[in-house]
C-alpha cells in the first residue's frame, strides 16, 4: 500500500495522538504495547490496522509466522480493543487510514510529523 501524507495531515494526527495519550494514558499504554509487539513480531503494521479495524488483512498476514504467535498477538490487539475508550484510538486510526498505519505508529512512537511526509509503502 502507497500511503502519501502531508505535513499538515501528520500534525493532526500528532495532536490526535497526544490528546489520547493525555486523556486516556491507560488507553494509550496498551496502544504502544501493540505497536511495539508489532515491530519486535516484524508483522506488517497494515495487519496490526485491519485487527483494530475489523477488515480483512489480505496480503498483510503474516503467513510466515507461527500459528500460537499470531494467536498471542491477536489476543493482545483484542485486549486493547477491550478498553471502553477504544473507540477514540479506533477512530483516529480509521480518519487515517489512507496515511497508513505504519506512520501512525511511528508518530506514537515520538517521530516528527517532518520525518514522515511525503510518500511511503506500508
Known sequence: MVAVSSL????????????????????????????????????KHHFMGTLLLDTEPGRYYPDAAKASVIR???EEAEKLKQDPQ????????????E??????SRLSLGHSPESLAGVSTA
Open 8 to 43: 499538515e495531515e501528520l500534525k493532526t494526527m500528532q495532536d490526535e495522538l497526544k490528546k489520547v495519550q493525555a486523556e486516556h494514558p491507560g488507553l494509550y499504554t496498551k496502544w504502544l504495547h501493540l505497536v511495539n509487539l508489532t515491530r519486535q513480531l516484524q508483522f
Open 72 to 74: 498471542l498477538y491477536v
Open 86 to 97: 477504544f473507540h477514540l484510538l479506533q477512530a483516529i486510526l480509521r480518519n487515517h487510514s
Open 99 to 104: 496515511a497508513g498505519f505504519s506512520k501512525i
